[in-house]
């Protein structure tokens, strides 16, 4: 039987053990699917956290992720291992909306309806106003030129090059677009500066958003968190499909049992792999006995740095496809949760998924906003700091975090918020930067999806959220290469 290691728990490990599993099922041939996850926890970069407060316990995420109806391959990944996407998650009508914490009024920008193409870019275009704290609407020619710039999109097939603020500069966007809804949207989908964000990435997203169908741009959030509703259920789907999956095993290195091929996928037969674990690790690998087997593939299904840091330890010759890997610029995200009682949310009125700022902090960094509800009727307000550079002073973007919060709780008039309860967290490596000069790049686009899992050595692959063109990082974009290396997997092993 062909047995195949997984490297990673993330959304991309599961959508590639997935993957594998049913693409074994339906050809009738059976094969031996390893999946190791170094932490007590699956989910990776994007699972939940429950967090005991005065309010009682509540779910929250390791940082906010915003997911869309147009994620298609995440809810058909989830409907498929029985999540009832209607009982454990729900949807409603994106609202964007932008202020600048240091001014007493706000901007009303954007309310996208759940409607098809093309009655949903009219209510985009032309939204009604509804909160009175955010008192200046868009004048009707500011709003006609997203008409324009759609216009734009759609005669050029929805194809750019460039950055971002390059392309909306030929357009001749008004400044105020430019700097209260264009900018924050940006830095907030692609974590990334608006200056040298890549343009194509940013169509596709606007692409797949306006023109699906009925519901792409509703703004989903779980009921309980990303662990319960999509996680959890993932894992055991697996596990009930004789998937072999082990937490707590963190894999050191790989060790080629037959010499392994440099160049195509095709190389001179398949290499099989032994897997070095870390000492840390032993008494997992004891259990499970992972002592002297060998795999006919192998899927490093983790960030990229951690593919590199294997591939690195592992010996292996250098390749391109690692090359690039390596050359990604990472980010940080820090978030701010504030706990808040049913009373207190009740006093917000309804909840705004997503709510950009423009803080002082520079010409890198923007704050967002969301509200999740929690299972005992209280919410979490989530304020995220993205697209922060190492260099970026934390203590100056907590405090910015806090200014902001305090613009949007006003209407509770809470003289001290930081009596409420809170948590901050802090990754520094929580994304990449969706650059013109990455997405532009030679190679940055192969002919076919599944090829971008190659690695250059037989029997090697990556599944990551950087190899799904046209995606920033996201959960969609893991998912979707999850399922890309599942493919050529199962081609390798001469199983399709």
């Known amino acids: ?47 939940g956290i429950r967090w005991e407060t005065s309010l009682g316990e509540t779910p929250i995420d390791n940082g906010q992720h915003l997911l869309i109806g147009a994620y298609s391959q995440t809810w058909k990944l989830l409907r498929t291992v029985g999540v009832p996407l209607d009982q454990a998650w729900s949807d409603s009508a994106l609202h964007w909306a932008a202020y600048t914490p240091d001014q007493d009024s706000g901007y009303a920008l954007l309310r996208i309806p759940p409607q098809a193409w093309p009655w949903r870019f009219l209510g985009q275009s032309f939204p009604p106003f509804t909160d009175r704290r955010l008192a200046q609407p868009w004048s009707l020619l500011s709003r006609l030129s997203l008409a324009n710039l759609l216009r734009h999109a759609i005669q050029s097939n929805w194809q750019a090059t460039g950055t971002v603020f390059h392309w909306l500069s ?50 989903w959030h779980p009921k309980a968190d990303l662990s319960q509703n999509a996680i959890e259920p993932l894992w055991r789907w697996l596990e009930t499909r004789q998937t072999k999956v082990v937490s707590r095993c963190r894999i050191a290195a790989l060790r080629p049992s037959t010499p392994a091929s440099p160049g195509s996928d095709s190389g001179s037969g398949p290499s099989r792999w032994q897997l070095q674990v870390h000492p840390s690790s032993q008494d997992q690998a004891l259990t499970f006995g992972l002592k002297d087997q060998t795999f006919d593939a192998v899927v490093l299904a983790t960030p990229a740095y951690e593919a590199d840091r294997l591939w690195r330890q592992s010996s292996l010759q250098e390749t391109p496809a690692i090359g690039r890997a390596r050359s990604l610029d990472w980010r940080g995200v820090m978030t701010l949760y504030i706990h808040l009682s049913q009373a207190q949310a009740a006093l917000l009125g309804p909840a705004t998924q997503w709510l950009c700022s423009l803080p002082g902090l520079g010409d890198r960094t923007h704050v967002g906003l969301a509200r999740s509800p929690s299972e005992n009727g209280s919410q979490v307000v989530s304020m995220v700091a993205s697209g922060l550079c190492s260099q970026d002073d934390r203590s100056v973007i907590a405090d910015s975090l806090w200014r902001s919060a305090e613009h949007y709780l006003r209407p509770l008039s809470i003289a001290n918020l930081k009596a409420l309860p809170y948590r901050f967290t802090d990754d520094p490596r929580a994304t990449w930067a ?21 690695t250059g ?25 999850g399922q890309a290396s599942a493919r050529r997997v199962h081609q390798h092993l001469g199983l399709a």
């Open 170 to 219: 030929q357009l001749a966007m008004p400044e105020r677009v430019r700097l209260q809804f264009w900018r924050p949207l940006i830095e907030g989908a692609l974590n990334t500066d608006w200056r040298q964000a890549s343009a194509s990435v940013c169509l596709r997203v606007i692409k797949d958003s306006l023109t699906g169908p009925a519901g792409s741009t509703n703004c």
């Open 1 to 47: 039987m062909k047995r195949v290691a997984i490297i990673g728990g993330g959304w991309a490990g599961l959508a590639c053990a997935h993957g594998l599993t049913e693409a074994c099922r339906q050809a009738g041939e059976p094969a031996e699917i390893w999946l190791f996850e170094a932490s007590p926890h699956a989910g990776g970069r994007a699972r």
């Open 457 to 481: 050595v037989s029997g090697l692959y990556r599944a990551a959220d950087d190899l799904t063109y046209g995606y920033p990082a996201c959960i969609e974009a893991a998912v979707r290469s």
């Open 434 to 454: 969706c650059t013109a000069a990455f997405t532009d790049a030679a190679g940055y686009a192969p002919a076919d999806l599944d090829d971008a899992s190659l």
